[in-house]
């Protein structure tokens, strides 16, 4: 069965997109620690991150890249932080995060709450500086 991530891609569940090429999607999380909170995950399906193929992880890394840069042209901080957990969505992502101090990446705190307008706005910002 295709995952949440999966369907997110073909579009059949709407996500808030950031960036997308033939590889990897970036996309906002809906539970975010931080504003400009993004999801980037490699369009071929595979659970565990270290189980991306080499080629496609070293990709990854590269495409993450481009768009924590972008995200620091629109969310003021000091810079973006890069997690890797997986433990609720069995589709390998990358979590980067705006930060300014360690509580900024504790995923135990609770999650800020945007409306529809405002995650379309962040999302409309951060892909302008792709
Ligand atoms: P992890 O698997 O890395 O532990 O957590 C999965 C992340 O995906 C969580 O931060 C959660 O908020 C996010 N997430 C789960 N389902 C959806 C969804 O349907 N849309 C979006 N945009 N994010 C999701």
Excluded: W
């Excluded at 579009?11 to 997308?20: F, M, R, T, V």
């Excluded at 992502?93 to 379309?120: G, M, Q, S, Y």
């Amino acid at each position: 069965m295709a995952t949440i991530f999966s369907k997110i891609i073909k579009g059949e569940i709407p996500s808030y997109k950031i960036a997308e090429d033939d590889d990897f999607y970036a996309f906002l999380d809906i539970n975010p620690l931080a504003k400009g909170h993004t999801l980037v995950v490699p369009k071929v399906e595979v659970d565990y991150y270290f189980d991306i193929e080499d080629t496609t992880i070293a990709k990854m890394n590269v495409f993450c890249k481009r768009v924590a840069k972008a995200i620091e042209q629109v969310v003021d901080c000091k810079r973006v932080g890069v997690a890797v957990l997986g433990l609720e969505v069995p589709h390998a992502h990358v979590h980067l995060i705006p930060i300014n101090n360690l509580h900024d990446i504790n995923f135990a705190r609770p999650k800020l709450k945007f409306t529809d307008e405002e995650f379309r706005n962040i999302a409309e910002e951060i892909s302008k500086n792709i």
